[in-house]
């Protein structure tokens, strides 16, 4: 069955960011894969005002690429995912920027702030990491019966990242619960990935796993985003197959 979605990826495009293109080689591919009519759009964050610039997509890519042009616009999108229940994904400063919108708009952190952003103002709840991760490669563990593990079908996932920034572990315990799922951890039980509970779809991760497409290779968690955003449209209770070629 063929379905038009209309899915944003929030974020100041830049092609000279590999991320960038690999989000487009991506959810192509996923849409073919799925045989879904997926019209992918990049949304400014500085062209996002007020709902009137997201309600019309049905599903959200929250791209790496931070800080963002208008960290106000990133928000907005974010939280109208979480609260419209929107499919979702944030990929590194996407998964960065979704928990802030989780402490400001669930938690009620509204001095919740971003280090690189706002040096030395509110609530810090993203800070530098102790060591940045740039260009890095590695393994995450994930949790049993996550969105990850169904989308990697299994209990571990290679990780490519390109950030300097992660949650401050001080405030770890914090955000834990209140929906907020812990659902990756890397080596050494650093928070990698988070969902929300009770929502269709709403998933982050620290490390870049778009960045496969760039070489060729799937990106389970962009199928799995493009999936569910089929099933929330049509009102299937059935995720449409995944054709076996790029398997």
Do not use: N
């Not at 990106?219 to 076996?244: C, H, N």
């Amino acid at each position: 069955m063929s379905a038009k979605l209309r899915l944003a990826i929030v974020g100041d495009r830049d092609d000279d960011i590999p991320a960038h293109r690999a989000i487009s080689v991506a959810l192509a591919r996923a849409g073919a894969t799925l045989q879904i009519d997926l019209q992918a759009q990049w949304l400014a964050t500085d062209r996002i005002a007020d709902l009137g610039d997201v309600a019309r997509f049905d599903g959200f890519w929250c791209a790496p690429g931070s800080p963002y042009r208008s960290m106000d616009g990133a928000l907005l999108a974010i939280g109208h995912a979480r609260t419209a229940r929107r499919p979702f994904l944030g990929t590194c400063g996407g998964f960065q920027h979704a928990l802030i919108e989780f402490a400001r708009g669930v938690l009620r952190w509204h001095d919740a702030s971003h280090a690189e952003s706002d040096p030395g103002l509110g609530r810090p709840v993203i800070a530098a990491l102790a060591c940045p991760l740039v260009e890095v490669q590695g393994e995450v563990s994930l949790r049993p019966g996550s969105r990850l593990s169904q989308a990697y079908g299994g209990m571990a996932a290679a990780a490519t990242y390109h950030c300097r920034y992660g949650l401050d572990p001080a405030f770890r315990a914090a955000l834990a619960g209140h929906a907020l799922v812990e659902t990756a951890e890397d080596a050494l039980g650093e928070l990698r990935g988070i969902e929300l509970e009770g929502h269709p779809f709403f998933v982050a991760t620290l490390w870049q796993p778009e960045r496969a497409a760039l070489l060729g290779q799937r990106v389970p968690l962009a199928e799995a985003l493009v999936a569910a955003a089929w099933v929330e449209k049509s009102g299937s209770r059935q995720a449409p197959a995944i054709g076996g070629e790029g398997r």
